[in-house]
């Protein structure tokens, strides 16, 4: 044991110190926020949790994306939290309706305690797969430069504020890191255990979420250009070995896939068609299968969607730090520098492969219909944040070849600290909303109005006597706010804003005690401009609450809104 770590000392202080930066960081106010897409996957998977606890395994099928690493994360929360939960003959619930955490609380447990389990066990996936991306890149590039790299990814703002959720882009982006990383270094050394970390990696990935997809790119690309690798072996030899390989990774992406989904034991036909079907029927057709009732191939319609790719691009750029930025521009310089031996054939080429999967995902989402949320590329960010790890360490390596300064043994320690921490510091003035980062040239953060703020909105009015009997009236407040509101919450729903149904929305408000609304939507959403104009500039809000110097939510006492106000959201309903 004692020779074990003394021959792999260097590896596990490293290990351990990826451990400190990562662990902390997300186990810190957990519970500062759900955001809107939480509540549908803590439902979802509550009811995973029930079927597989009565061997209803067909049920295990909720949303196309599939999401099953999510659900079995958040159904070891509930066996952890509430086990009794799969014995009350509840069944299942709906995940657009309140029920569910109502029946939690009439027996004695509160949501936010079980995504707070689940949180942690996500922070204990995540912790994981970043040692084990860190463990495979040392094989690739080093010690030294493969700590930076992957402290980079894993600190930066954009994917720190989105790993602290459980909305599945951080895990899926690891698990595809990690396929990558194992396939490649399989081209290389030819070890099977690294073919098999990879394409169990990639069967966790499709679990995740089937965009994963967009990896094949890239792995069908190294099985290419192996076929004209210049050695003594025939071409079919090649081609051979090719498929092969990628028969035995897929087979173990396989595996997993049906191993870890009860669903795949029983009814494996109905979970890929409507996994893969919706897929391509999304990106596609911009609408799932049961809207556009089957695939239409004479339909489909890869014509670039240069907006879309533009606006991917711009999320990238608005999400990451000048950290990263630098660190690409200087990957970039180097891997096309007649200077070979500042980055050598091997890294040159694993740059090149991380940042073709970073620009697939962009690709992917830019092209397909209906998907305009920063947190799809998440892929990109991880990608280039290691590649920017890659571009400083090279550097950092250049500086030292012609200053003196740079070749002390602990310069390339220093700089790995500073940029560190500099990754670290960028983010800080966000916490704990990390994922709302802006970089300063940019005019807009990525992400914004992801449910962050509605935790204080329900902080503030619990601080009120008697709040157990405060009715609130909060838009995009499932969850968002009402895991933390002891009252009752009425959800003040998108969908009756775009159908102009005012009538609904006025008598809910009037059975209301206070209203909630959100105006950091208003540029996303501008249809709630309609009932924002009513308010602004006639009622004083009781509160506002701020962040980041951005006016996010408005609190009205109902008592205090005039008739007049009813009046004229009543003469916008539709006719």
Known sequence: MIEFFSHYRAKTIYVLLLLALTLPSRLTRIDAAVNIDEPWWVISSSNFYYAVAHRDFADTYFEYHPG???????????????????????????????????????????????????????????????????????????????????????????????????????????????????????????????????????????????????????IGLMLLLSLFEKNKKPFKTKLLSAITTFGMWFGAAALVYFILWPGMWVDPARMLREVYGNAFSYAFQGARLDVTEELDPASFSLVARWDGILLYLRYWLSGTTFITWLGVILALVFLFTKEKERLPALIRSLVGYLSLLGVLFILMFGVAQGRNHAHYIMNAFVCLDVVAGIGWGSAVAWAASRWTGFSNPFAPVAASVVLILAQIGFGLPYAPYYFTYRNP???????????????????????????????????????????????????????????????????????????????????????????????EGVVEPEKTIYINGLEYIQIYRVADIPESVYQALLAKRAP
């Not at 902080?459 to 968002?480: C, F, H, R, W």
């Not at 102009?500 to 005690?513: A, C, G, N, Q």
Request: net charge negative.
């Open 68 to 218: 099953v690493t999510n659900m079995w994360v958040i159904s070891t929360a509930m066996l952890a939290y509430f086990p009794e939960y799969r014995g009350f003959g509840q069944g299942f619930f709906d995940q657009r309706k309140p029920f569910f955490e109502e029946f939690l609380r009439e027996n004695g447990r509160e949501t936010i305690e079980l995504v707070r389990y689940a949180r942690m066990i996500q922070a204990g996936v995540l912790a994981v797969f970043a040692v084990a991306a860190f463990l495979l890149l040392s094989l690739i590039v080093g010690e030294n430069l493969a700590f930076l790299s992957i402290a980079l990814a894993t600190v930066s703002p954009f994917f720190l504020g989105h790993s602290r959720l459980l909305n599945m882009e951080t895990m899926g982006a690891m698990f595809v890191l990690v396929s990558l990383l194992g396939f490649f270094l399989h081209r290389r050394q030819n070890r099977l255990i690294h073919l098999l970390i990879s394409g169990a990696a990639f069967g966790l990935a499709q679990l995740n979420k089937s965009t994963s997809v967009a990896l094949l790119g890239a």
């Open 441 to 535: 040239l940019a005019k807009e953060a990525a992400t914004r109005g992801y449910g962050e703020g509605l935790a204080e909105a329900a902080e503030y009015l619990s601080q009120k006597p008697d709040a157990q009997e405060i009715t609130a009236y909060v838009y995009n407040g499932m969850g968002t706010f009402s895991w933390y509101f002891p009252g009752e919450t009425i959800v003040l729903k998108r969908a009756n804003i775009l159908n102009d149904d005012f009538v609904t929305i006025t008598d809910e408000l009037r059975e209301s005690d206070y209203l909630v609304l959100y105006p950091i939507t208003r540029a996303k959403h501008p249809e709630t401009g309609k009932m924002l104009s009513e308010f």
